[in-house]
């Protein structure tokens, strides 16, 4: 600061509070940004860590049901095909902390699209995929064939499917 007027001056002149305003809004702004873009990350770790819990109870379910038509929580036929769950989170009902089936058709209170994909390898082994997918409906269909045989499927993104590779015998 300079004198004005050969007057000692003990204050700081407009230009400099602007200036130094001006600096700060530029650095406060700059990491909101980067506060948002962390939280929006965090959100989808936690929803991808959800997915794959789900994915580990249905292959659970799976295991389990080996020599039965179908398994016994899902009720997900032991053969080959491919079958889609809608589920939901049972948190904040009378039922137990997990996921329910919430029907075999779209769903509006589903927070999940879990499609299984088995085929048989032999007599022996089934194989196959537990994709998770969210939200359960994208937007992105995809529609092909025409009358009776067409059929709707549902394009997701990387971002948005677990998938994970199963191989159990059947006895």
């Known amino acids: 600061m300079k004198p004005i007027f050969g007057k000692k001056n003990l204050g700081f002149t407009l230009s400099e509070i602007s200036l130094a305003l001006g600096i700060a809004g530029f650095c406060l702004i700059s990491i909101l940004g980067l506060l948002t873009v962390g939280l929006k990350g965090t959100g989808d770790v936690g929803r991808r860590t959800e997915a794959v819990e789900v994915a580990s109870l249905v292959i659970s379910d799976l295991r389990g049901s080996a020599g039965k038509t179908e398994s016994s929580f899902f009720e997900i036929p032991m053969r080959s095909g491919t079958t889609s769950l809608f589920l939901k989170d049972t948190e904040g009902t009378s039922k137990p902390v997990g996921f329910e089936d919430v029907g075999r ?39 092909s064939g025409s009358g009776a045989s067409q059929t709707t499927s549902y394009v997701y993104p990387a971002s948005s499917r677990v998938s994970v590779p199963v191989a159990f015998p059947i006895y």
């Open 105 to 143: 058709n779209n769903s509006t209170t589903a927070k999940y699209r879990v499609d299984v994909r088995l085929a048989s390898l032999d007599d022996k082994v089934l194989i196959g995929s537990v994709d998770v997918c969210w939200p359960p409906h994208p937007g992105n269909e995809v529609t």
